[in-house]
């Protein structure tokens, strides 16, 4: 599990396409205190460590996650946010994130508003009904907060230190972006999809 604070922007330094994908990312994560088999969010997707060095870890992609994700148009060069599990103790700074993402957003616009930017982001129909204003959304791993919703087309700021911190600095209309709804959002909407027994 994970609360959508980025603490390390990655690097993708190698991808290994093939049925599964194997993934090479820089970190700054000290490695040596994180386990093969730990659980790292990598732009909102939850990823095992199979491999490591000093300042980097490789992970699989699988067939279903690369058909859910954008992880399927990573390059060499292409920054990811970083986020290790939770450990029981923990400061929980976002919302419950499970690094299951639903489906990817594109970014329909991305303008200044004071010091902050509002992006606006176009979801897919199936996901748009369980985004709603002031609830919580993880858009590649980053916890933000739902400012308006207009059909399947909602809005999020960006505060100077998320800008600099993350992908969102560099990330301009266009590009697709890793969307996971709010976990109790997805249960709810199960719920009201399922027939009463």
């Excluded at 290994?16 to 732009?43: K, W, Y």
């Excluded at 509002?118 to 748009?128: G, I, M, S, V």
Aim: with cysteine.
């Amino acid at each position: 599990m994970f609360s959508g604070i980025i603490t390390d922007l990655g690097t993708v330094r190698r991808v290994d396409p093939g049925r599964d994908a194997r993934l090479v990312i820089a970190t700054h994560f000290p490695m040596a205190e994180v386990a093969i088999g730990a659980s790292i969010a990598c732009s909102g997707v939850c990823l095992t460590v199979i491999e490591k060095g000093a300042d980097w870890f490789a992970a699989t992609a699988s067939a279903e996650t690369m058909a859910r994700t954008t992880i399927g148009a990573w390059r060499p060069g292409m920054q990811v946010n970083l986020e290790r599990a939770l450990r029981l103790g923990d400061e929980f700074g976002g919302h419950i994130v499970l690094g299951h993402v639903d489906g990817t957003a594109e970014i329909v616009e991305r303008r200044p508003e004071g010091d902050s930017v509002r992006f606006r982001f176009r979801a897919p129909a199936p996901l748009a009904r369980s985004i709603a204003p002031k609830g919580s959304v993880a858009l590649d791993g980053v916890s933000l907060t739902v400012n308006e919703v207009e059909g399947a087309v909602f809005g999020v700021n960006i505060i100077p230190h998320t800008q600099s911190c993350t992908s969102f600095g560099t990330a301009r209309p266009g590009d697709r972006v890793n969307l996971e709804i709010d976990v109790l959002a997805r249960y709810v909407a199960r719920l009201l999809e399922s027939p009463s027994p």
